[in-house]
Nanobody
Framework: QVHLVESGGGSVQAGGSLRLSCTASGYSWNWVGWFRQAPGKEREGVAAMHTGTTSTYYSDSVKGRFTISQDNAKTTVYLQMNSVKPEDTAMYYC????WGPGFLSPGGYLNWGQGTQVTVSS
């Protein structure tokens, strides 16, 4: 059973930055996705990365502001969030074990972390 742990969430003012981390122990992952879910809204994909090829995908809402990356050991995947906006407020989740149909589709991943809360104040 893959165990994913997110960290790094918190409260930040609009225009600020946060870095989220997703760590998986004893697991060799390929595609890793970052998703978010605000109260009353559906879960949406924000970024995905293949840890082998380093191919990345971003949603239009975060492109140019968020960056997904990994550490050299490929055990931690990060989501660097810059120029955050109040609408970025949500619970953020990482996910692994991609099977399809889309890298930013929540239904495409089998394993999920417990989430980390990000709150952006104006």
């Amino acid at each position: 059973q893959v165990h994913l742990v997110e960290s790094g969430g918190g409260s930040v003012q609009a225009g600020g930055s946060l870095r989220l981390s997703c760590t998986a122990s004893g697991y060799s992952w390929n595609w890793v996705g970052w998703f978010r879910q605000a109260p009353g809204k559906e879960r949406e994909g924000v970024a995905a990365m293949h840890t082998g090829t380093t191919s990345t995908y971003y949603s239009d809402s975060v492109k140019g502001r968020f960056t997904i990356s990994q550490d050299n050991a490929k055990t931690t995947v990060y989501l660097q969030m810059n120029s955050v906006k109040p609408e970025d407020t949500a619970m953020y989740y990482c996910a692994a074990d991609y099977w399809g149909p889309g890298f930013l589709s929540p239904g495409g991943y089998l394993n999920w972390g417990q989430g980390t809360q990000v709150t952006v104040s104006s």
